[in-house]
């Protein structure tokens, strides 16, 4: 599935099944409470916390929710992710095309 894809269905979806879309600042909000439960998952899967008894842990469940709350915003406030993507990709390959090389604390020898 494309981005563009991804943002049709998304649109689609919300006409179809969710009546409208949340305002802006109900979705960054959303997006505030997917974040945490990633961090969440990834603090206990990954770091030093321990899974309480019964807690959920389908990480790509969550990330999942947060696309999903990204392409509502991307939606509702005119941006094609297809082209944001793209000049993101240009930039962060212009700007940064020597600085990882360079990083030791990235060297793996």
């Not at 945490?36 to 899974?51: H, L, P």
């Not at 939606?75 to 992710?81: E, P, Y």
Request: hydrophobic share 35%; glycine share 6%; charged share 35%.
């Amino acid at each position: 599935m494309t981005l563009k894809e991804a943002q049709d269905r998304v649109d689609k979806w919300i006409k179809e099944y969710g009546v409208r879309y949340f305002d802006e600042m109900t979705n960054m909000a959303i997006l505030t409470e997917e974040v945490g439960e990633v961090a969440r998952i990834m603090a206990r899967k990954y770091g030093e916390q321990s899974f309480k008894d019964g807690e959920k842990s389908e990480l790509g469940d969550e990330i999942a929710d947060v696309l999903w709350v990204l392409i509502c915003i991307a939606n509702q406030t005119g941006i094609d992710l297809t082209e944001a993507f793209e000049k993101n990709l240009d930039k962060k390959s212009n700007r940064d095309k020597t600085r990882h090389r360079n990083n030791p604390k990235l060297n793996i020898n």
